[in-house]
């Protein structure tokens, strides 16, 4: 709100900004997330507000996570560590929600570097900080966020077991839960249960299951769901051509293309491109199958054995 001269305080601008900032990052929009998290860094690093000093630790949080998507790892890293660095206090809780962002972005990250053994110590680590505070309402997202990567960070290191077992109890927490959040964290359950009962050799459960997450939210214009549905989607057709079910990968593949639209947003780029990519090669296998089966001499009519 602007105060009595018209100005917004500055507290409130750069909050503004980084939720903006963590908006542009769920949708894929990182080209916009970076400038805001640069201004609010540089306008207000210097700050000994705590509300600045929070907005400056979500600032490097943010940008690192939004460098991080662009492939540049180490440098997403070295802004983790200035959060950690210069924001986590035990006696500051007013700055744990920049500190608890940078942990979770960081985990994400050492996942994407297939450092699996770090991201679970750092997600375990985490969790313990801060679970006594877990229900605040400014750490509530990361930690839940948190509960759900640890499946990813089992899944990933093939302890599909345990991602199994934890991913439905969570669904027994999550599931028919209508607050918007929930929902959301329900659906990256029910993908990384898919995925592990792919890992786990159970091919007919997991195909239900990455279908489960297309039949639920399909129609949902929500940026992060429709990932999640092409996600899920992209898994059923891995599924499928790893079975050599090509008519029915081919389905898959086409449908990929349909939740897409003429004009896919960046978080849909990568199933297009895989869907793109393999329908050729679907295509190309098939019309050589057809062109195999059309060579093949033709067995001889049965013939009836004449009346005596």
Same mark, same amino acid.
């Given at each position: 709100?602007?105060?009595?001269?018209?100005?917004?305080?500055?507290?409130?601008?750069?909050?503004?900004?980084?939720?903006?900032?963590?908006?542009?990052?769920?949708?894929?929009?990182?080209?916009?997330?970076?400038?805001?998290?640069?201004?609010?860094?540089? =306008?207000?690093?210097?700050?000994?507000?705590?509300?600045?000093?929070?907005?400056?630790?979500?600032?490097?949080?943010?940008?690192?996570?939004?460098?991080?998507?662009?492939?540049?790892?180490?440098?997403?890293? *070295?802004?983790?560590?200035?959060?950690?660095?210069?924001?986590?206090?035990?006696?500051?809780?007013?700055?744990?929600?920049?500190? %608890?962002?940078?942990?979770?972005?960081?985990?994400? *990250?050492?996942?994407?570097?297939?450092?699996?053994?770090?991201?679970?110590?750092?997600?375990?680590?985490?969790?313990?900080?801060?679970?006594?505070?877990?229900?605040?309402?400014?750490?509530?997202?990361?930690?839940?966020?948190?509960?759900?990567?640890?499946? %990813?960070?089992?899944?990933?290191?093939?302890?599909?077991?345990?991602?199994?077992?934890?991913?439905? %109890?969570?669904?027994?927490?999550?599931?028919?839960?209508?607050?918007?959040?929930?929902?959301?964290?329900?659906? *990256?359950?029910?993908?990384?249960?898919?995925?592990?009962?792919?890992?786990?050799?159970?091919?007919?459960?997991?195909?239900?299951?990455?279908?489960?997450?297309?039949?639920?939210?399909?129609?949902?214009?929500?940026?992060?769901?429709?990932?999640?549905?092409?996600?899920?989607?992209?898994? =059923?057709?891995?599924?499928?051509?790893?079975?050599?079910?090509?008519?029915?990968?081919?389905?898959?593949?086409?449908?990929?293309?349909?939740?897409?639209?003429?004009?896919?947003?960046?978080?849909?780029?990568?199933?297009?491109?895989? %869907?793109?990519?393999?329908?050729?090669?679907?295509?190309?296998?098939?019309?050589?199958?057809?062109?195999?089966?059309?060579?093949?001499?033709?067995?001889?009519?049965?013939?009836?054995?004449?009346? =005596?």
């Amino acid at each position: 709100m602007p105060d009595a001269e018209g100005a917004v305080p500055p507290e409130v601008e750069a909050k503004e900004k980084m939720d903006r900032a963590r908006a542009c990052i769920r949708s894929g929009e990182l080209e916009e997330a970076i400038p805001l998290c640069d201004e609010v860094y540089r =306008r207000f690093t210097l700050s000994k507000s705590p509300a600045l000093q929070l907005q400056v630790a979500r600032a490097l949080g943010h940008r690192g996570a939004a460098i991080s998507e662009k492939g540049m790892f180490n440098e997403a890293l *070295v802004h983790f560590d200035e959060v950690e660095r210069r924001f986590w206090s035990p006696r500051r809780p007013e700055l744990w929600e920049g500190v %608890a962002w940078g942990m979770l972005y960081r985990a994400r *990250v050492l996942l994407e570097m297939d450092r699996e053994v770090m991201c679970s110590n750092w997600l375990e680590r985490m969790v313990s900080r801060f679970k006594a505070s877990a229900q605040r309402p400014d750490l509530r997202i990361p930690m839940e966020m948190a509960r759900t990567a640890v499946l %990813a960070a089992h899944n990933q290191g093939q302890r599909f077991e345990e991602g199994l077992s934890q991913s439905e %109890a969570l669904l027994k927490e999550y599931d028919g839960n209508a607050d918007p959040f929930l929902v959301e964290q329900t659906a *990256v359950t029910l993908l990384q249960r898919a995925i592990a009962l792919h890992g786990l050799g159970h091919v007919d459960e997991a195909l239900e299951a990455f279908d489960e997450v297309d039949v639920r939210y399909c129609e949902s214009a929500d940026p992060r769901l429709r990932a999640l549905v092409s996600s899920a989607l992209m898994g =059923r057709a891995i599924v499928l051509l790893r079975e050599e079910f090509l008519p029915e990968a081919l389905g898959v593949l086409d449908a990929i293309l349909e939740h897409a639209g003429p004009n896919p947003g960046p978080r849909l780029l990568e199933p297009v491109n895989f %869907a793109k990519f393999h329908r050729e090669v679907v295509e190309r296998e098939m019309q050589v199958e057809s062109e195999r089966a059309a060579r093949r001499p033709k067995p001889p009519p049965l013939m009836r054995p004449k009346p =005596r």
